[in-house]
């Protein structure tokens, strides 16, 4: 993960009450607990009172100064806690997207377009020994940290497995002051996709806030209740969990506050994943405070940060993930962490460092604009086979410039390793550093060198 999430725009409770759509069509919904009740067909969306949603038996509703909440004890916690949703004023009344919160709130329905019918019922739960088991499809995790992903604008689903778009939700601190980004349309648009939505939490990568925290159990089982109601309510996938810069010594402490996230998310079907640097012995707060064997116990899985091999103050010009150098890591993790419980996270970017060697100084050189810089300065990359990379040296003002190419051919060769050693699945750090119609290319199995 890029060290500082400098890029982010905190959107806040995006949850206003919406404007009036034009032209609402009336539709009859049917069931026992359902017949006095009516609702609305908006571009496809079905729109109902609130009080339908408590029929499913899960929830409580509750106005508070213009503000719909729901009221709910997550699975596995003792403390009820309140989401607010929104809501969107149809004919003069205040109705909520059925369509989006039925399941969620334990309703299922049918359709019936040319009578205009919904017919809805309680959902049943299926006792755990009817539950069939299932192989997952592999994972495949696209970090977009503003929220700014539109599957019309990207080839991503062209990959098979199940996408999953982690934007960044803010740090614990964030979810505590109740200032995390939020963005309830993206859910939306991410679910008529097909998609899933895992949003990330962070902890600022402060040492001595984040051991704060860790010392603390009341704040982390206020924490994690309040996330655990989010995920219930908005249906998440999940969460992703990137704390960095850690101390050491609180290594068996995050472990445990990873245990106790995972209890009521687990208990709701949700996954839990966390964010896991490469092994460096001489890295103690941002590779030796995670126990690797221990958190794959608790998580559904750990994703490979499988870039920053030569860190963005390196006095010296390097690659940001080379092919051997990731190689070797997850040869090293495979040890600790059983393989199917692995995803390898790669970089859709790379560094470009000037100066003199022992005293660069680097910038972000996002993929897409790799090809623009190769024709400003008419560079001709050159192939490295132990990188599996291509370099560009040139001089600009007299000034040494060099980097190593992070692309089509040296991504497909990082992408056998996901195979090679049995990898849970990919993650790519991040939406918007990539070249268009990238997936399409990782995708293709023919011509792989």
């Known amino acids: 993960m890029l060290k500082k999430l400098t890029a982010a725009v905190l959107l806040t409770l995006a949850l206003p009450a919406a404007v009036s759509a034009a032209g609402p069509v009336p539709v009859k919904m049917k069931g026992g ?131 999953i778009l982690a934007p960044t939700i803010g740090s614990y601190q964030d979810v505590e002051d109740n200032k995390y980004s939020w963005n309830f349309d993206y859910l939306k648009r991410a679910r008529q996709a097909g998609m899933e939505v895992m949003p990330l939490i962070h902890n600022d990568f402060e040492v001595k806030r984040t051991s704060l925290f860790m010392h603390d159990t009341k704040r982390q089982e206020n924490f994690i209740s309040k996330i655990a109601a989010l995920s219930e309510v908005y249906g998440l996938y999940g969460y992703n969990v990137d704390f960095e810069n850690m101390d050491p010594k609180d290594r068996d402490l995050f472990t445990d506050f990873m245990k106790n996230l995972s209890q009521p998310l687990h208990g709701a079907g949700k996954k839990l994943t966390v964010d896991i640097t490469v092994y460096n012995a001489g890295s103690p707060t941002w590779s030796l405070c995670y126990d690797r064997e221990k958190l794959s116990e608790f998580c559904d899985y750990e994703i490979i940060m499988g870039y920053d091999e030569t860190p963005r103050t390196s006095p010296y010009a390097g690659s940001v993930s080379s092919y051997s150098w990731l190689d070797r890591s997850i040869q090293k993790l495979t040890a600790m962490v059983p393989p199917e419980k692995l995803i390898l996270g790669l970089p859709f970017y790379t560094r470009i460092y000037e100066g003199n060697p022992g005293h660069m100084k680097s910038k972000v050189l996002a993929m897409k604009d790799q090809e623009a810089l190769m024709n400003k300065y008419r560079l001709k990359p050159i192939w490295q086979p132990d990188a599996k990379q291509y370099t560009l040296t040139w001089r600009q003002g007299g000034i040494l410039h060099r980097t190593y190419l992070e692309e089509e051919k040296s991504l497909r060769a990082k992408l056998e390793l996901e195979k090679n050693y049995n990898l849970a699945g990919l993650a790519f750090w991040r939406y918007g550093f990539e070249k268009p119609g990238i997936f399409g290319v990782l995708e293709r199995k023919d011509d792989r060198q």
């Open 33 to 163: 607990d359902f017949k006095n009740f009516n609702a609305y067909e908006v571009d496809g969306t079905f729109y109902t009172a609130p009080v339908v949603l408590t029929k499913g038996g899960k929830w409580k509703l509750s106005w508070e100064k213009d503000k719909l909440y729901v009221y709910l004890t997550p699975a596995a916690m003792k403390k009820e806690e309140k989401v607010e949703i929104p809501y969107k004023e149809l004919e003069g009344n205040r109705y909520v997207d059925f369509s989006f919160f039925s399941r969620s709130a334990g309703l299922s329905y049918t359709y019936k377009p040319k009578k205009k019918e919904l017919t809805v019922e309680k959902i049943k739960e299926k006792k755990e020994k009817d539950k069939k088991k299932e192989a997952a499809p592999r994972p495949l995790v696209l970090w977009d940290i503003n929220y700014f992903f539109k599957n019309e604008n990207s080839d991503f689903a062209s990959l098979s497995g199940t996408h």
